[in-house]
């Protein structure tokens, strides 16, 4: 007899002290299963204020972790570990490599102040708040890098280039990314890992220019991880949640090209909203979550042999919360 999975996750969800985290660009069918939604910086804080000791996050790896950072008390699964492509591109030691090319280019580690993208491993987030740095989040980025310059340090943006360059662009600072071209660090504001996100890459030049062709009045939103290229000549970027209000804003005949991730934009209203990109733009790490995954983890809770559950060594939560902190305390 197959299992009715919805049917079975609302029951364990009544029956355990559990709570279901999912992030916008999982799949419908699991989205629909979550207690709590929303863009990083807010999963992040609604899953501190949770009061449940369980939570199964329906996301990707350093999502969990970064609920396990800043509430170590709690027990974190997650359906799938899926990790994020953008936050493997750096680890630990290629954090370092960064701290060394500006030391080696004239800049005291002193006079470096790294801030870290969410989306990082722990591992990262520790090295930064080591370092008396911050994480920062789409949604906060502008705020957290004017915090750092307060500092009068050189910013050390870790490891979305797409990011770090956008948020320097609208603040008018000048950036460089290690790796490309000439980075000078002395003549930089904020200095750039040569990290990015795949699926925010696919959006073109092109395609803007397709649909700016097609509805001379259409609107174009997307998300800071595209190329600043793109960033530049879109209407509006923000993050997860901000586009969804900047969607919902719009007058329903204004029609509205998106460059995020697919799941997301077709969740949107319907009607007058386009996917700005002419292949589908998904995030396979994202979508690895079923609702058999969801339905197998929370079982495993109500089983007392937990599955996927998230670790984070001591020395790690200490720094990286202090990162993730400090984040949370400028918000
Ligand atoms: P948000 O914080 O905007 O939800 O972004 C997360 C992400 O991974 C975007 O690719
Ligand atoms: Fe990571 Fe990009 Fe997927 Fe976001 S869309 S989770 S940045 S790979």
Redesign the pocket.
Known sequence: MSIDYKAEIERLKKKLPVTVVG?Y?QRDEVFEMADITGDSLELARKCKADINPWVVFC??G?MGQSVKVIAPEKRVLMPKIAC????RMIDGSYFDDSVNYMVERGIAKEDILPITYI?SDATVKAKVGEMGGMVCTSSNAYKIIEKGLESGKKILFVP?RCLGQNFANSMGLKSCVIGEGECDPKEADVICFNGF????QLFTLDDIEFYREKYPDIKIAV?P?CDPKIVEAADFAGSTSQLIKYVNDLDPEQKVAIG??YNLVNRMRQGNTYVLSATK?E????NETTLEDLYLTLKSIEDEKPINEIVVDEHTVKYANLALERMLAIN
Not at 197 to 200: A, D, M
Request: negative net charge; proline residues 8%.
């Open positions: 992030h660009y996301g990707v350093f994020c492509a953008m936050a989306n979305d996100c795949s699926v925010h998300h991880e995020t991730e733009p995030c396979p790490t994202m």
